[in-house]
């Protein structure tokens, strides 16, 4: 089975929401991916340095997120699929990338979770698909 997430940011008068599509046994990395997509940057003054070597900071999700199980639905389409790398060679917590090739046909978007070749790097890499089915902007009145 599949999850459909509803993720809305901003207040009533300037909502933005978005749906998310991903297999169920993929909750804990969409968890993952909301908090780097709430991640703060550092400041352009302020460069990564061996004494603090990661300035990025993880936020609280600053969105309302509403799940639910559905069935899988090849009709769906991906207005963007994204991929989750994680272990190996990326942060701890991952990092986000477009699918490459762009994919707006969500099974082929989600089919491309997989694990990655391992290198020297300790752990092992995988990548977790997405597919964003809405991203939209609405404004009060």
Request: include cysteine.
């Amino acid at each position: 089975p599949w999850a459909e997430c509803v993720v809305r940011h901003g207040t009533a008068s300037q909502e933005r929401q978005e749906v998310w599509v991903f297999r169920m046994d993929h909750v804990a990395d969409f968890e993952r991916l909301l908090q780097i997509r709430s991640s703060e940057s550092p400041p352009s003054s302020a460069p990564a340095t061996v004494s603090s070597p990661s300035p990025w900071r993880r936020q609280p999700v600053a969105a309302r997120v509403e799940c639910r199980e559905r069935g899988v639905d090849p009709e769906i389409r991906c207005a963007e699929c994204v991929r989750l790398l994680t272990g190996g060679p990326y942060p701890e917590w991952g990092i986000l990338a477009p699918a490459y090739p762009p994919e707006a046909d969500v099974v082929r978007c989600l089919n491309q979770t997989k694990v990655l070749p391992t290198g020297m790097e300790l752990g092992t890499p995988t990548q977790t698909a997405f597919c964003n089915s809405i991203n939209a902007r609405f404004d009060a009145d």
